[in-house]
């Protein structure tokens, strides 16, 4: 707010556009540190503090373990106790277990279980 009214008073106009301007600096300024701050925030954390947290939906479940279970004549997997539609390169049995390497629109995209290979 200093720094607002520092720019405003040193500007060599009528009182009102000096009032003017240090309204509009002091706005600038509070924006320009509000969105400086937000991301160097949000970022420490994401890395250092919740990393998993801020993972939600179907993206959170990228590294998760995963069962593949038939049900109803579907081949679903199981992860995290949810049931998903699937995709995979890879020919996987019920029963087997994989991880979720990546998502595709929504759907996640199983690998076989480094384990197993």
């Known amino acids: 707010m200093r720094l607002a009214v520092f720019f405003a008073l040193n ?3 009528h009182l009102l556009y000096q009032i003017l301007i240090g309204i509009i600096s002091w706005f600038f300024f509070v924006a320009f540190h509000y969105s400086v701050w937000r991301k160097i925030l949000v970022s420490i954390a994401d890395k250092v503090l919740a990393p998993t947290i801020t993972q939600s939906g179907v993206d959170g479940l ?11 004549g579907k081949i679903l997997a199981s992860i995290q106790g949810d049931l998903w539609p699937f995709k995979s390169d890879e020919n996987l049995a019920p029963g087997g277990v994989c991880q979720v390497g990546s998502v595709d629109h929504g759907t996640p995209i199983l690998k076989r279980h480094s384990e197993e290979k």
């Open 11 to 13: 500007i060599d106009v």
């Open 62 to 72: 990228i590294g998760r373990k995963a069962i593949v279970k038939e049900v109803d």
